[in-house]
């Protein structure tokens, strides 16, 4: 799996430094080839030589050095990159990730860089724990980074916390998982909705729900970065457009549905993420309606056609149930109802989850009734979780 795989292994200045020796040599051992590049505070806790003698190849020290083999060597080790990991990693160096901070060698890489980006933090339990850590790794896991959690244990003050860097072979793991999603969804079209339909009832007013887009971009952006192609359908999203992606904006249900059945016909996966309106006003006014001119006003209400029911073809469908109570019993009939393959049950009513969070807390189910639980976690990484088990159909569908 790392045979011929280039892994820019960043080393910070945190007393686990030392431990990145092993990681280094056992990549090496491995078959990879590792470019190390560390800071200034990590050459004062281990010796660049050491990891050049691990290698067996030269070590980046600073971003001036006229030695290096590369005449842009932020770039070309961006470029270069099958993976960049970076372990230990401390609080100074993740809030430099988190706010594009590129004042250092290491640094620029990662902004430099379109190959996946492990971050291992290793530090003092009261550091991580600290809230304004814990911000900048949600910002990071939201932009798609893995980051590897530290473990609990002895730390170098001598007391016992989470802040240790996890074992080599955690590491490993970890990278060699994120280099086997890489390319696992290369040239297969996913179709992905996200954001909320608005259902107009005069020029001005609409019936709307709260979904920010969020859960539908992650799962865009992770399918984008696995390989696929993607088509994602947005209903009144104000998020960033994700690079690399087809983009159809829509208002109503009625538009959502016609460029779905636009977009599906040559399509391996539907994923349907948006909150759909289920009703919309019989006829928009074509007046605003003025608050002079009736105490009540009655809106007469049909139907939106069911999108997710009514499409059909030869791909896997997936959607997702935003429920209040009985969440798994209630997706489980939309699942059956639709006739899906999975279905994702989205508890809008616990902490953090649902709409407009960066996080979620979901139970995926397949049709056999098979239930997924995962824990709360950030809406890419949910997205990461649907991908696995989309991956896992293929084969059925042919
Ligand atoms: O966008 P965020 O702020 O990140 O929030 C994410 C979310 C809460 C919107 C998302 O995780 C979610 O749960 N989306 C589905 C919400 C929903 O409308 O569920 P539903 O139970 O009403 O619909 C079931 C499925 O049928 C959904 O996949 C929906 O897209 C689809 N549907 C619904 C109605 C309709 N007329 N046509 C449809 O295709």
Redesign the pocket.
């Known amino acids: 799996m790392l045979k011929g795989k280039t892994i820019v292994l960043g080393i910070t200045g945190g007393i686990a430094a030392y431990k990145a020796a092993d990681l280094a040599s056992k990549l090496t051992q491995a078959g990879a080839r590792v470019e190390t590049v560390m800071t200034e505070a990590a050459q004062k806790l281990i010796s660049p030589l050491t990891l050049r003698n691990l290698t067996h190849r030269p070590v980046v020290t600073d971003m001036f050095t006229m030695a290096s083999e590369y005449s842009e060597e932020h770039i070309a080790l961006a470029e270069a990159a099958s993976a960049v990991v970076v372990a230990p990693a401390t609080a100074n160096t993740i809030a430099k990730l988190a706010a594009g901070i590129a004042d250092n060698m290491l640094t620029c890489v990662v902004l430099a860089t379109e190959a996946p980006v492990i971050v291992c933090p290793a530090m003092n339990d009261v550091m991580y724990r600290n809230p304004v850590t814990q911000e900048n790794l949600s910002r990071l896991r939201a932009r798609g980074f893995t980051i590897v959690e530290p473990e609990y244990g002895r730390l170098a003050s001598g007391k016992l916390g989470r802040g240790r860097l996890p074992e080599t072979a955690r590491i490993i793991e970890a990278i060699e998982q994120v280099l086997v999603r890489k390319e696992d969804l290369k040239d297969k079209r996913l179709v992905i909705?996200?954001?909320?339909?608005r259902e107009p009832i005069d020029p001005v007013r609409h019936i709307g729900?709260?979904?920010?887009?969020?859960?539908?971009?992650?799962i865009a952006e992770a399918a984008r970065a696995r390989g696929a192609r993607v088509s994602l359908i947005s209903a009144n999203?104000s998020l960033p457009e994700p690079a690399g992606v087809e983009i159809t904006r829509v208002n109503t249900?009625d538009e959502?549905?016609e460029a779905?059945e636009r977009a599906v016909k040559d399509a391996d996966v539907l994923?349907?993420?948006?909150?759909?309106?289920?009703y919309r006003p019989e006829k928009m006014l074509p007046a605003k309606i003025k608050k002079e001119d009736a105490e009540t006003i009655v809106l007469k209400l049909v139907?939106?056609?069911?999108?997710?029911?009514?499409?059909r073809g030869n791909f896997i469908r997936?959607?997702?149930?935003?429920?209040s109570e009985d969440v798994i019993a209630?997706?489980k009939k939309?699942l059956t109802a639709?006739g899906?393959d999975l279905?994702?049950a989205?508890d809008?009513t616990a902490p953090g989850?649902?709409?407009?969070?960066d996080t979620?807390r979901?139970v995926i189910i397949d049709r056999d009734g098979n239930t997924q639980e995962l824990p709360l976690m950030s809406?890419r990484e949910v997205a990461e979780k649907i991908l696995d088990r989309v991956k896992e159909l293929f084969p059925r569908k042919g």
């Open positions: 909705t996200a954001g909320g339909t729900n709260r979904s920010s887009g969020k859960m539908g971009y992650a999203v249900a959502m549905k779905v994923i349907m993420a948006a909150a759909v309106a289920d139907r939106t056609p069911d999108i997710l029911g009514s499409v997936v959607g997702f149930a935003a429920e209630n997706a939309k639709k899906l279905i994702v989205n809008i989850s649902g709409f407009d969070a979620n979901v809406k």
